[in-house]
């Protein structure tokens, strides 16, 4: 499911132009560099090609999936060294169970939000306060058919308040970045990483 979401949201219709021998390449590199880890050491991992709308970039998605763009590969002229480095780096994430922490962290967020909704959506200057007007229960109270209008002025009203947390969930963002970092440069070249990502952030800036 989250590799067709990604498919139909950020990928092109048309198949990877890598050359399926190019692929394996990058395949068996990427397993050799692996293979002094000892068993067991390795999170399960399976590494797919896609020509993209996002330009170069690789995604580790649930379930173990690694995600390399065309551009990516182009990006750095197919070197095995480089590429390995940014899958490490990916394969980082699932060793940290980032992908699992975040997903539970942004449901607890969610419910969370739901819950915060229940009580102002009861509450009539909630609805006053910005601006709308509302239907009436029999006692005086805020009626049930305005549950829609609630969750729409919650999602307005959210952003202001979430710029508060924004610091913290950028701060967490780093924190799981700078530990893919550290798992890539134990299995790869530090110094192929850091090339990869200036290459990245070249390509971004230009």
């Known amino acids: 499911p989250a590799l067709r979401a990604v498919d139909e949201q950020l990928m092109k219709p048309e198949p990877s132009a890598i050359p399926p021998a190019e692929q394996e390449r990058i395949r068996t590199a990427f397993r050799q560099a692996l293979g002094k880890l000892p068993a067991g050491e390795v999170p399960p991992w399976e590494l797919v090609f896609r020509a993209s709308r996002i330009g170069p970039n690789?995604?580790?998605?649930?379930?173990?999936?690694?995600?390399?763009?065309?551009?990516?590969?182009?990006?750095?002229d197919s070197n095995t060294d480089v590429l390995t480095a940014v899958l490490a780096h990916e394969l980082?994430?699932?060793?940290?169970?980032?992908?699992?922490?975040?997903?539970?962290?942004?449901?607890?967020?969610?419910?969370?939000?739901?819950?915060?909704?229940?009580w102002p959506s009861q509450q009539l200057w909630f609805y006053t306060g910005l601006g709308v007007s509302v239907l009436l229960g029999p006692n005086i109270g805020v009626a049930a058919e305005n549950n829609a209008l609630a969750l729409l002025l919650f999602m307005l009203a959210v952003p202001v308040f979430s710029f508060f947390v924004t610091p913290l969930m950028s701060a967490m963002s780093r924190r799981d970045e700078f530990e893919a970092d550290a798992y890539a440069m134990q299995q790869a070249d530090g110094a192929q990483l850091a090339s990869a990502l200036l290459k990245l952030y070249e390509d971004n800036a230009s």
Request: avoid cysteine.
């Open 92 to 118: 980082g994430h699932f060793k940290h169970k980032h992908i699992s922490k975040r997903m539970v962290l942004m449901f607890g967020v969610s419910l969370l939000g739901f819950a915060l909704l229940g």
């Open 58 to 76: 690789a995604l580790a998605l649930p379930g173990g999936t690694i995600v390399m763009t065309d551009e990516m590969v182009q990006l750095v």
